[in-house]
């Protein structure tokens, strides 16, 4: 949600090679399986899977390994022998890559006439979109009402000296969330994004490594330093869900002009050893009743029409009205030259 890496999951992270969920099954001595390949921060809802192996008889297996695109990456050196069966967490700013290569099969859930053509972005029919969200700058409100300043309003005014030392972004190298925000910067400034990204460095932007490293390390709201971090539009509610001490209301909320689009893609694997469940999983996962378990497990927004949110995220979560985006061909055609770009500016 990727969600995340692609897809934020403030949850513990599923870091095992592979983990059954539902132990509910028919009364077949032996029920099939299914394995789903992902990243190491997706959490499966719980719920809805349980719930697939009770009518099924098929259990969800997960092989979660490191982040959004490094585990991309593991799958498309694995094209036709696949350690698994269903691929979910490529997201748009890797999706060209995906569609070059041969890791996955043609296969489009019933469903997926019911999403919306916004969240649609492969015509070839591999991948369906399961989520969506947005990378955008979060801020301390209590931070910023303190020091009697008031947050930034857009992108360009990060680099105003009165905001000085207060933002730390994720590497872009090496973070889907960082990865995000200097997309979003290049459908911000196009030509000039070299130009802001030396404006940032010069007004002190920080990088950290993860998202983690950003929100839980660097970001006033978890004792840090720094009051304005590149996050999710969903970080408040989850802020509420997971806080410690319980709380009323998030500290954190969001700039939604800073904000770019995440879509979150699942597909079935060439060579996978059960195509059959692989397509009842994929089925499975544009369900209402997956659809739903979506926001509380990845804090993501489902891109299914008409489900329910939580109330969390019907109070709390962002939903921008006009996100940033590029398209998948201009990222795909221009990635590795803007983060080699990026790096020679941060570095």
């Known amino acids: ?22 132990n509910d099954s028919p009364s077949s001595a032996s029920p099939k399986s ?48 696949p350690e698994g069966d269903v691929f979910f967490g490529v997201d748009n700013t890797f999706l060209g890559r995906a569609q070059k290569s041969d890791a996955f099969v043609k296969y489009s859930p019933k469903a997926n006439d019911d999403v919306p053509r916004e969240f649609q972005l492969d015509e070839a029919a591999r991948f369906t979109p399961i989520d969506e969200s947005s990378v955008c700058v979060d801020y301390d409100q209590s931070w910023f009402a303190a020091h009697q300043l008031a947050p930034p309003t857009d992108l360009q005014s990060l680099t ?6 207060l933002l730390v ?35 002190g932007v920080a990088i950290a490594a993860s998202w983690s490293d950003a929100w839980e390390t660097r970001f006033t709201v978890s004792g840090g330093d720094r009051p304005l971090v590149v996050s999710y539009a969903s970080s408040p509610p989850a802020e509420v869900v997971y806080a410690t001490t319980p709380i009323d209301a998030p500290k954190s909320a969001v ?23 692989a397509k009842q999983l994929v089925d499975e996962m544009l369900s209402p009743e997956w659809q739903e378990g979506l926001p ?16 969390e995220f019907q109070r709390w979560a962002v939903r921008p009205p006009a996100p940033l985006e590029v398209s998948v061909k201009e990222l795909d055609d221009h990635r590795d030259a803007w983060l080699s770009s990026w790096r020679d500016i941060t570095e």
């Open 255 to 277: 700039i939604t002009s800073t904000c770019f689009r995440q879509i979150e893609f699942a597909a079935v694997l060439a060579g996978a050893p059960h195509l059959d469940a």
């Open 169 to 203: 972004v994720e590497d872009a190298a090496a973070s889907s969330p960082g990865l995000a925000f200097l997309a979003a910067t290049h459908a911000e400034f196009k030509g000039g994004t070299d130009g802001y990204w030396r404006a940032l460095k010069a007004n």
């Open 296 to 311: 509380l497990s990845n804090f993501v927004f489902p891109v299914l029409p008409g489900v329910t949110l939580p109330a």
């Open 160 to 165: 105003d000296p009165k905001y000085k030392d």
């Open 1 to 22: 949600m990727k969600r995340m890496i692609t897809a934020v999951v403030l949850a513990t992270a599923l870091a095992a090679t592979a983990i059954s969920c539902g």
């Open 34 to 81: 299914v394995t789903l390949v992902t990243y190491s921060g997706y959490a499966l809802p719980e719920a809805a899977a349980k719930a697939f192996t009770k009518r099924t008889g098929i259990k969800i297996k997960l092989v979660a390994t490191d982040d959004a695109g490094a585990a991309l990456n593991r799958v498309l050196l694995q094209a036709g022998s």
